[in-house]
């Protein structure tokens, strides 16, 4: 599932220094080559002469490795000490990051109050509205929000098991002659005493509903202007609402925020009522799916980190996976919502020949939110990647051959239920940031 998008993206671009590890942790981070810089910088901190580019660096790894208060207190010092080092526009940048980063903590007064005032400094400097839009946008929905209880979750001090059901995606058969195209997550919430079955999705940065079903169990809306996928040709506007409760087995999960969709194309294709997204999602340490026993467990302790290490990371709520093919690092966007993967033009442009060699020409037609597009891509009969040292067989795989189709800067693919659906267990794990596969 798209996520909805609220939050101007981070793009940072520093001097390069001339000694050889600053020079080395500032390429990494011009390259935004996460993975590459949590690895690299314990090794490379106590030899940096670069003051700011040390917290700099503590602060990227906190934001991107799911350890917000870390950043948080990195992006204060920085931006108390560092101001003139880092440049009036990555303070801004980092500015605008610690009201996301309060907003996600359901902070929303603070996140709303501190948007205004930075947008106050920008204006008295004589910027343009240009400058300051973003801080805006983010102002605007933040103060509809101030007087929303911040998302929490209750749970008991056990290990909790929810059954799911893991089911066709059911298709029209003039978009696929089978009537079906992979798998999803369904996951039983109960609210008001109704149960229903949610999606159970990584790749929704929040939890979704569609406009029918949102008055059906009492959403209150909060804001009726909300951009959904703004960045996306399938942008439409939607509503934002929250809802006092809902159970999904031993979990009540409250005030969750709720994005309120309208009818839209993806209509024709398949209908989404419900989605339960990474709001509900990141608040555990750890899940893990057991897809042939057909249930989801939320440990009451987190597994160890592997000797693999991370592997995951966190971008604007979503989850990127690092694995490898042929040697060659690739990051991929880890969405259970996603029911069959497929590679980005970003790796057919670099793979061009091999991939024409190997690969099928197709036609497809897909679709995501408000979006349906008929599509020429490749289909690999057989793709390999290893994840933490677990080597993958991906079957039937898709390749975008146009650059204009859909992809996420920085990714080489989409990953879901043709990597879950392979093991015994995918365990999750967002407190250490790594994802295991487990064969038994």
């Not at 029209?172 to 919430?189: N, Y």
């Not at 991370?310 to 093919?325: G, I, P, Q, V, Y």
């Amino acid at each position: 599932m798209k996520k909805i998008l609220l939050y101007a993206a981070l793009f940072l671009s520093f001097p390069v220094y001339s000694q050889q590890a600053d020079e080395r942790i500032g390429n990494l981070i011009n390259q935004s080559d996460w993975f590459g810089l949590e690895a690299a910088y314990p090794a490379l901190k106590d030899s940096m002469q670069v003051d700011f580019l040390k917290l700099l660096s503590e602060v990227m790894i906190g934001n991107y490795f799911n350890r917000p208060e870390e950043a948080l207190i990195g992006i204060e010092r920085l931006l108390a000490n560092h101001q003139v080092e880092i440049g009036s526009d990555n303070a801004l940048h980092l500015a605008l990051l610690t009201c996301q980063i309060e907003g996600d903590k359901g902070n929303y007064a603070v996140a709303a109050d501190r948007a205004k005032s930075i947008m106050e400094q920008v204006k008295a400097q004589g910027e343009s509205p240009d400058a300051y839009s973003a801080l805006q946008a983010v102002y605007r929905f933040y103060d509809e929000l101030r007087e929303t209880p911040a998302p929490e979750v209750e749970r008991p001090a056990t290990d909790i098991s929810v059954p799911i059901s893991i089911e066709k995606v059911k298709l029209p058969v003039s978009i696929d002659p089978k009537g079906w195209r992979g798998t999803h997550i369904l996951i039983p919430v109960t609210i008001h005493g109704n149960k229903y079955r949610f999606i159970f999705d990584t790749g929704a940065g929040t939890s979704y509903m569609s406009e029918q079903f949102a008055r059906k169990v009492g959403v209150r809306i909060v804001n009726d202007s909300l951009m959904i996928n703004q960045e996306s040709e399938g942008a439409a506007w939607g509503k934002m609402g929250t809802l006092d409760s809902m159970q999904i087995g031993d979990i009540t999960f409250r005030n969750s925020l709720i994005a309120v969709a309208p009818p839209n194309k993806l209509d024709s294709i398949m209908t989404v009522d419900a989605v339960l997204g990474m709001d509900f999602i990141r608040m555990f340490d750890e899940f893990r799916i057991y897809p042939k026993d057909c249930r989801i467990v939320f440990p009451i302790t987190a597994g160890k980190l592997p000797l693999s290490g991370r592997n995951l990371l966190l971008s604007d709520k979503a989850l990127k996976l690092r694995a490898e093919s042929k040697e060659e690092s690739l990051q991929l966007h880890f969405d259970t919502g996603c029911t069959t993967a497929g590679l980005y033009y970003n790796y057919y442009n670099r793979h061009k020949e091999e991939l024409e060699t190997i690969g099928k020409r197709e036609t497809r037609i897909g679709g995501g939110f408000n979006v349906i597009s008929k599509n020429e891509i490749l289909c690999l009969p057989a793709f390999t990647i290893t994840i933490g040292g677990t080597e993958v067989e991906l079957q039937n795989l898709s390749v975008n051959i146009d650059e204009s189709s859909f992809q996420v800067t920085g990714d080489d693919g989409i990953i879901g239920m043709d990597l879950v659906n392979q093991f015994h267990c995918v365990v999750v794990n967002l407190k250490d940031m790594f994802l295991e596969l487990k064969r038994e």
